[in-house]
């Protein structure tokens, strides 16, 4: 086990002892999409924290294979939600107590599809301790920190000759940048796994006018990507510079210009950074972003 995974078990450990064991008052269900506008409303007191799960739910529904997973919801005896989870693919949750987060570890011992488990800290390490019983130890752990940077729709867009919203015909360029950023962060190449599966759902990203490139000469220079967008924050992922681009002020005028452009639709925009990027954390902090909360990423299944 490495250094990293045996620290965080620990800190699990220390966590049993203050869990309660889940209420046996608490039920949880398939959501469908009837369901929706509930969802919707128990998220919106923290917008930063549920943005992938309300990306997936404007993006797809409830019910869509495109969410590569299903989501379920917590209930007390009275009927009212006290937590969402999306548990498959990628399993994510929101709760308002720890015994839902237990309830949702319980439900999760049935999925054998699990690839990735991503939460706040404290969540993630209830929701491992419910289903540990029936997994392996992670094959691989990360502690990402979360940042945020609050937009502004005044002053001038900073130019930057070229950066546009990606076409279809700049799949064969960004499409290997971002496998290849998905593999360092997960130890997983997605083309290698299923690269029919994985151009299909970049395809469809690029389509949706949520890429954005700067290339010059048929090189890429510059990109980033749109995860999950809703009214109140976007997340970005896989923002690259090209190497020798780097440390000139050009990677943040392209981060300037495509925060500029979104904060027509949207208040503010997060990523997250490995904890052990000192750089790239620096980076993110001169471009005016500030951080809000710490996570804890599993990986589990080597799938795609």
Not at 18 to 32: E, G, K
């Amino acid at each position: 086990m490495s250094s990293s995974l045996t620290a965080k078990s620990e800190q699990i450990g220390r966590t049993r002892s203050a869990v309660r064991p889940a209420s046996s008052n608490l039920i949880v269900r398939r959501l469908t999409n009837a369901h929706r506008s509930e969802v919707l409303s128990f998220f919106e007191t923290r917008p930063l924290h549920t943005v992938f799960m309300r990306g997936f739910i404007r993006d797809n529904g409830l019910e869509s294979t495109q969410n590569r997973g299903f989501f379920y919801g917590c209930r007390n005896a009275s009927g009212q939600l006290q937590g969402v989870a999306l548990i498959g693919h990628a399993t994510l949750f929101e709760t308002r107590n720890e015994a839902a987060l237990e309830a949702f570890g319980n439900e999760a011992r049935q999925h054998l599809n699990i690839h990735m488990i991503m939460g706040e800290q404290h969540a993630v390490g209830i929701f491992w301790k419910s289903l540990a019983s029936t997994r392996e130890q992670p094959r691989r752990t990360c502690t990402e920190l979360l940042f945020e940077q609050s937009l502004s729709r005044s002053g001038d867009l900073d130019r930057i000759t070229g950066l546009r919203r990606a076409t279809l015909e700049d799949i064969r360029l960004v499409m290997p940048v971002q496998a290849q950023m998905a593999r360092a962060e997960s130890g997983v190449d997605p083309i290698e796994i299923d690269p029919a599966g994985f151009e299909d759902r970049y395809a469809r990203r690029i389509q949706r006018g949520r890429v954005w490139v700067c290339v010059e000469d048929g090189t890429l220079r510059f990109k980033a990507d749109i995860l999950s967008e809703t009214p109140d924050v976007i997340y970005l992922e896989g923002i690259y510079v090209r190497p020798d681009l780097r440390g000139n002020g050009f990677g943040l005028s392209c981060l300037a210009q495509v925060s500029r452009s979104l904060s027509q639709t949207t208040k503010s925009v997060c990523l997250f950074v490995n904890e052990r990027a000192k750089d790239t954390q620096e980076f993110y902090k001169r471009a005016g972003f500030r951080l809000c909360s710490t996570y804890w990423t599993f990986f589990l299944k080597s799938s795609s």
